[in-house]
């Protein structure tokens, strides 16, 4: 639900003209009525079973009424899009203002919430320390590791040449970097938070389950903002996004997601921004606007303000890609490089057979073999994506080559991860994330700055909560203590070399006082993966990513752990919405050795196992941890 909904009575907007006898206007069907409730300037939040293309409202309403089980629908004036420009619904969600959509409803919508006020402006920011750096964070959305989407890279090939250059070939590439909860809004939440999905679920709602209100208010920013610097955000922030900045954030220029073309973002302070000069309070772009060059063009205009101010900036650039339905920028829609695979990666997890995923847990097993219209949706998928991927890559470099002109390289921090890894026909489900194999899981992480060894490798197991903590010590800040993960500067950053800038060198000798070394022989040896269902999702009409009985919690120890490579997951069925998840009535089990069994098809638990009865108390330790108690 969004953070924020705008009273549209008060904007002089009309919100409701009831639409009685319309005729269905769109292509074979016939003259009726199509009895629905129109919402102008409103988009009804819950996610759409089915898109289609339309030319009017009156198609988009005939479509709705025309199609079983659907009970809402908006509708966008905007022709062509991939994705459709009428989204069919089962039932509205809270209703939230965008500008040109209309929503039609079989009753009234649910109403308007009473928007909180706006949080009280934060006293001027302090100079920041001399010896602070500035960061920069890049995050795509989707971003496959495991499949060769990322980096490492597979082969030797991959979308994105220049952040290979840029980034990956001057600094240090991670091996076993994962996230916490594979899916969008969790995922993202805990990042900006450092804390992990127990710490800021809710129930009966939220944001997939999270509770907005433990996220917006206590965001890495204010923090950055307290400590002296100046804090922009640009692209997808959360799915429920909020139209006002958290506290700590100067320049908003942020969305859901959004679509691909003609986007729309919630803005604030970036109207003297060119080439847009968004004003405050949100901006809808045209069909020509491609949303990462958006992101792209405002997050340069950005920088080329800051850069020569005398405070350290810190950029959080999102771009919506490569999230389904990976739209490829109109100048990459038909490129594809010899040298890149013709198909998506086809291990033995792909198109598995009944017998082979018996033993797996809920629909995992009884998804229907991948028909070959349904692969050939699997394999455009897998080409869009890196198409839509190329445009990042282009961002990327653009950023990063600014910074460098500048002369600002010296003294400043570049990270870039996914929120979560995807799969592409793995265990028979054909896009999507959600589940706890490493396919979902495992993103990449790249790092270059001060300190950190150009073509290096980064093998520490870690999560994106771990993120703000990072930042935060970078910048010379110890992390509060309500935040659950732990700074990895000491393992990324070596203190003594030439030009560490100060804050961040106290930081790490804070954290390490006997040394790196001695820090990383202490580090963690596993990391945590938590999970709760939300919707079926189904693709390719038959395909369910999942069911309620996808409410997880796994341990993923490394090899070299007194464990070995081994992934351990419990499942307990229900719905969060419902009733609280707490795994204490755990119904499944599985087990993985990802040393000899790579694409986790072999399950090997056994009730009464030493081994794995140890497993189990050490991740329920992980669910119960909070703030400095967490590994």
């Not at 390289?409 to 028979?428: I, K, M, P, R, V």
Request: with cysteine; hydrophobic share 35%.
């Amino acid at each position: 639900k969004p953070v924020a909904s705008i009273d549209m009575a008060m904007m002089g907007l009309s919100l409701v003209a009831v639409v009685a006898g319309i005729t269905r206007s769109h292509s074979g069907a016939s003259n009726g009525a199509c009895p629905f409730v129109l919402h102008n300037q409103t988009t009804c939040t819950l996610k759409a079973f089915k898109w289609t293309n339309e030319t009017s409202v009156e198609g988009c309403c005939a479509s709705c009424a025309a199609t079983p089980n659907c009970g809402a629908w908006e509708y966008t004036p905007v022709t062509g899009l991939h994705e459709g420009n009428c989204h069919l619904k089962t039932s509205p969600g809270p209703a939230k203002f965008q500008q040109g959509t209309t929503c039609g409803t079989k009753g009234s919508l649910p109403p308007f919430p009473t928007p909180p006020p706006p949080p009280a402006p934060l006293p001027p920011a302090p100079p920041a320390p001399k010896g602070s750096p500035n960061i920069v964070w890049f995050l795509t959305d989707d971003q496959d590791q495991k499949l060769g989407g990322s980096f490492p890279q597979h082969n030797g090939v991959g979308p994105m040449p220049k952040t290979k250059a840029a980034l990956a070939d001057k600094g240090a590439t991670a091996t076993q970097w994962f996230i916490h909860t594979p899916i969008c809004c969790p995922s993202r939440s805990e990042l900006v938070t450092g804390r992990y999905f127990h710490n800021l679920k809710g129930q009966g709602g939220g944001c997939m389950h999270i509770n907005e209100e433990l996220v917006n208010n206590q965001t890495f920013a204010l923090y950055l903002h307290n400590r002296g610097y100046t804090v922009g955000m640009f692209g997808k922030y959360l799915n429920a996004n909020p139209k006002v900045p958290p506290p700590g954030i100067d320049a908003y220029m942020t969305n859901g997601g959004g679509e691909y073309m003609a986007p729309q973002f919630d803005t604030k302070g970036v109207s003297d921004l060119a080439p847009y000069h968004m004003p405050d309070g949100g901006w809808t772009g045209n069909r020509s606007d491609y949303t990462t060059s958006v992101v792209g063009n405002m997050s340069l205009a950005w920088l080329k303000k800051v850069a020569a101010g005398p405070r350290p900036f810190f950029a959080y650039i999102a771009p919506k890609a490569c999230h389904e339905p990976f739209t490829p920028a109109p100048w990459y829609a038909d490129f594809w490089d010899p040298s890149w695979p013709a198909t998506e990666p086809r291990p033995i997890s792909w198109n598995a057979s009944f017998e082979s995923r018996k033993n797996h847990h809920g629909n995992i097993a009884t998804n229907p073999l991948i028909s070959e219209s349904c692969a050939s949706y699997v394999t455009l998928s897998h080409h869009n994506r890196w198409r839509a991927l190329m445009s990042v890559d282009d961002l990327i470099d653009d950023v990063v080559g600014f910074i460098e002109q500048q002369g600002l390289a010296d003294n400043t921090y570049f990270l870039y991860s996914s929120d979560h890894g995807f799969q592409l026909g793995e265990f028979n489900l054909l896009i999507d994330k959600r589940q706890h194999y490493d396919h979902d899981i495992r993103i990449h992480l790249l790092a270059r700055g001060p300190g950190i060894a150009a073509g290096s490798t980064f093998p520490y197991p870690g999560t994106q909560v771990d993120m703000a903590p990072t930042w935060l010590g970078m910048a010379g800040l110890a992390k509060p203590a309500g935040m659950d993960g732990r700074s990895i500067a000491p393992l990324l950053i070596d203190p003594t070399a030439p030009g560490v800038p100060s804050e961040t060198v106290a930081h790490i000798t804070a954290l390490a006082p006997k040394g790196t070394a001695a820090f990383a022989d202490s580090w963690r040896k596993e990391v945590f993966i938590e999970y709760y269902f939300n919707d079926p999702n189904t693709k390719c009409r038959t395909y369910p990513t999942e069911d309620s009985t996808n409410n997880f919690i796994t341990l993923r120890t490394m090899a070299g752990s007194q464990y070995g490579d081994v992934s351990y997951t419990e499942y307990e069925t229900g719905n969060q919405n419902n009733q609280d998840i707490n795994f204490s009535h755990v119904d499944f089990v599985e087990v993985y050795n990802l040393t000899t069994d790579d694409w986790q098809m072999m399950n090997l638990a056994r009730p009464g196992d030493a081994t794995q009865a140890a497993l189990k108390v050490k991740v329920h330790a992980w669910f119960d941890c909070k703030g400095d108690e967490c590994p």
